[in-house]
């Protein structure tokens, strides 16, 4: 490219991997400074880089007659340059307020929105937006101010995916350059831009960031503000995406659970191990496990983050509540959260992971994740097993054909060799069930009798001996 801004944009381009030879590209264009930069740069690249180039502009139906000149100019433009143009207008004061959103948000939503769909539309992998250095510096303080955390502080990236499958990226190629080097470049072309009246008003947070406290940074600070905050914002994007790496890892101590009807309700983090991240790792797993549940994150703090952390530490059935209608419940080496939609107290939570989503039947010898069979001893080789998954019952001793199925009041064990008799209740404290799995856990049971808590004890009243003729035998498939 022939001037010192356009070889620093395409060296930029080439390190982040924006663009590649042959791409189609979706440009969002306002036709102001920034974005008439980017534009002309893109030209600038269709042939050598074989760029198939479409440009959107939205009108937001704000600005009213403004805004259609704005439309007119950026389609002017692409008119007199052979470019393809695609305009939209949409009602964003009307949207934001149906939505319970800023204009700023409502806009942007659409806006990005619409972007999407004229990717999927056109068959493009890229969509171009026009953010610079500056916008960048606006949004670390923007999320400094509101209470982010490090990723926050990377600011605006180079480089995103926009779709679910991660194929479309959302590009920014003027990233590098400063608001004086856009308007340099422009001066240079001979090219004309639009100027947004919204843009000095200081009702918008950000407007006010940009017209008075990045000036104030600059001028008595240091003038390099800007070029600095840069520098931070690209070493925390490499310290987000390290640390987004041991998050991924230590997810594995998430599950996803389900309420009784097998509709996704929470989530459960297995703190006997999450408790052994730093602190770090361990707060980013609880923040994305809260998102999972909640499906966002806007509201959530510090704070309510800490205290689920720290409701580890406190005793089992401990409960906090926190922000989208969601609770927290300590259960032994467990925590879950849970949306609060569902008839439950402390006593039932209500929850059940995935993988143990099957229910116990009663009505049939093989029923859920159970066989059961009655074999001759003699038939039987080998030693009596003692495996978690099979289990052997003297059948004549047990006095009839046993039923699978769950909790009951008055279930009890026999257990030891004297046959002390235990509540099912006490026996699952003692070996730290968590309340809200208890009705979940599979019995083999005769009346009120429990022969086998299935995956943890099996009674003693009914063991296999020498003198066993006929064996029930119960398997987990």
Known sequence: METDIGKKVFDF???????QKGDAVVAGVSG??????????????????????????????????????????????CRDNGIAFELVSADIPAMAKAAGKTCE??????????FLECALKHGVKRIAVAHNSGDNAETVL??????????????????????????????????????????????????????????????????????????????????????HIASLSSQAADIEDYLNLQTDAAMKYVETVS???????????????????????????????????????????????RAIDELYLKQSGKMIDLPYSIKAVK???????????????????????????????????TSGKISLEIAEREDLKGEIPHQIDIKWFDFEKIGGMPEIRTMRDGDYLLVGKELHRKSLNRFMIDSKIPVSE??????????????WVIGYRQDESCLVTEETKKVLVARIL
């Open 259 to 305: 309420d009784g009807k097998g509709d996704i309700c929470g989530v459960r983090l297995d703190y006997s191990h999450i408790s052994d991240f730093h602190s770090v790792i361990r707060l980013r797993v609880i923040r994305r496990a809260f998102e999972t549940v909640s499906g966002r994150l806007k509201d959530v703090e510090e704070k309510h983050i």
């Open 142 to 227: 923007f999320n400094i101010f509101r209470g982010s955390g490090i990723s926050g502080l990377k600011g605006i990236v180079p480089k995103r995916p926009v779709d679910k499958n991660k194929d479309i990226f959302l590009v920014r190629p003027i990233l590098c350059l400063s608001r004086p080097e856009i308007e340099e470049f422009l001066k240079e072309k001979g090219q004309e831009f639009r100027t947004d009246s919204t843009n000095s008003d200081t009702a918008y947070s950000r407007n006010r960031i940009r017209n008075e406290i990045l000036p104030l940074v600059k001028d008595f600070i240091n003038d390099e503000a800007e070029r």
């Open 331 to 365: 259960e032994f080496g467990y925590i879950y959260l849970r949306k609060n939609t569902l008839e439950t107290d402390e006593r039932d939570p209500g929850f059940r992971t995935e993988e143990e989503n099957t229910s116990f039947k009663t009505d049939t010898e």
């Open 13 to 19: 381009i080439r390190k982040n991997d924006l663009l």
């Open 32 to 77: 102001g400074a920034d974005s008439m930069c980017m534009l002309l740069l893109l030209k600038e690249l269709m042939e050598p880089l074989d760029l198939k180039l479409t440009v959107v502009h939205v009108d937001h139906g704000i600005r009213m007659d403004e805004a259609k000149g704005d439309a007119a100019f950026v389609e002017s433009y």
């Open 105 to 114: 948000e409502a806009g942007r939503d659409f806006r990005y929105a619409y």
């Open 438 to 451: 208890r009705k979940r856990v599979g019995l083999l049971a005769l009346g009120s009798h429990v022969l």
